[in-house]
């Protein structure tokens, strides 16, 4: 205070000691680290402090979107000489917010309240045409119970008659299949008289085949028989031309002694 006291807003404008240089916290961009250049270059020459009106804890200016404005703050701590703080009175003032904030929930809490009574009541309307509609329901249900246990009744009727239909059905059926078992054995016999015909007719089949071989034979003796035949009878007419030859000559000489 003996050397008086003035206020700058230029950094060049340092003192050096005794005087004592105090600046006020708000650094920005690259302020904490021209400071600690120039601070490192003075060395013991310059006596440097930090002035400060904020609480470093307080979650208003150095938190969240100030989170960089505490960060620079705890840089520059580490180079200065001392740090001055003044801070405000807070109390009141974050009193204040605490209530506005539970104002603020108070009516959020009252809102939604009110949202919630409505939705009862809405709710207690859709309960309403909900038993309505249930009651309806109930009724159509129990009408058409009426009519399926009469449909039912009616089908109980249809099923008796048609288990009396399958009875006589069955007895037919018995009796086709008596018709069909006697046919069967019908049938077997007819097989077996056939079998035995077959018998007959192959062991009649065997004998003519036997037969037409014995006529073949006989036709080829006979064949044979009229072969010899036309040789005799060839044989005949060239004895009959040898004896004309013969006795041609005897008649000429004859002819001539004359």
Excluded: Y
């Excluded at 009796?175 to 035995?196: A, G, S």
């Amino acid at each position: 205070m003996d050397c008086g006291n003035f206020v700058s807003v230029d950094d060049q404008d340092f003192l050096a000691a005794p005087a004592i240089n105090i600046i006020f916290e708000h650094f920005k961009d690259d302020t904490v680290a021209s400071l600690r250049e120039f601070k490192k270059g003075a060395g013991d020459g310059l006596i440097l402090g930090i002035l400060t009106g904020e609480d470093l804890h307080d979650p208003l200016v150095m938190d969240k979107e100030f989170q960089w404005r505490r960060d620079a703050f705890m840089e520059a701590i580490e180079f200065v000489d001392f740090v001055w703080t003044l801070l405000p009175n807070t109390a009141r003032k974050l009193e204040n917010e605490r209530i506005e904030k539970l104002e603020r929930e108070k009516a959020e809490i009252t809102e939604k309240l009110e949202a919630m009574v409505l939705d009862l009541k809405m709710s207690a309307r859709v309960q309403e045409s909900k038993a309505n509609i249930l009651q309806k329901i109930d009724e159509d249900k129990i009408l058409k119970l009426k009519a399926k246990i009469l449909s039912l009744k009616t089908d109980n009727l249809n099923l008796a008659r048609l288990r009396n239909q399958v009875k006589n059905l069955e007895r037919d059926l018995d009796n086709e299949r008596d018709i069909v078992k006697k046919t069967k054995d019908e049938i077997k016999k007819l097989k077996k008289d056939k079998k035995l015909d077959n018998l007959k007719l192959k062991e009649q089949l065997k004998q003519l085949n036997e037969q037409a071989a014995t006529i073949k034979g006989l036709n080829r003796q006979i064949a044979t028989i009229e072969g010899l035949k036309k040789q005799v009878e060839t044989i005949k007419g060239l004895k009959e031309r040898i004896a004309q030859l013969e006795s041609a000559p005897k008649l000429r000489k004859k002819r001539i002694g004359c």
